[in-house]
């Protein structure tokens, strides 16, 4: 297995590194070991989240190997910067994640409806197909990432001085830094 990027990091906080709402999530997701997915899943209340259909057609290892294969393109270069290399197995990752990506949108686990403005939106009801999109996106758009200085978690580079992935690890960090002096 693919163990490799798998970190070793004493800050690691499941309930940050599963908040979808800071961009990068199937990137720290990818950077997790099963147990710690199925930890943070049971932890969780997310909308999207249904334990029964999570992994009802995909081994969950497969699920995991999948999103780690597609995250294991990006390659830490010096510092913090997470960049994505010009792979030769691009092309080949593609049609693998539009592969899984059209079954699941014949199983249903990912669908299209009107919300309230009459305008289209994209809806999912397996963490499994909110990850394999996500992945589908970066493999299109190849951000850059960077680790958060506190607990270690990707997140998609927006601001080039950004160290942390949100205000709860920055502040965290800081009143750590603070009991050391
Ligand atoms: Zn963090």
Redesign the pocket.
Known sequence: MNDGILPDRPNM?PD?WFDPKTPGFAARVAQMDLDQVEDALAASGLSWRDDSQLFQFTHPDEVMGLIRDVYGLWSKERGQHVLFDNHPDLDRMRQRVAMVNQQLMHTFEVGVTLNAKGLPEINFSTLRAKLSFEAARDLHDTPDFRD?M????WFTLKRSDRK???GR?QTAFWREKQKET
């Open positions: 906080r940050l958060c506190w607990c270690g978690g942390f992935c949100g690890c």
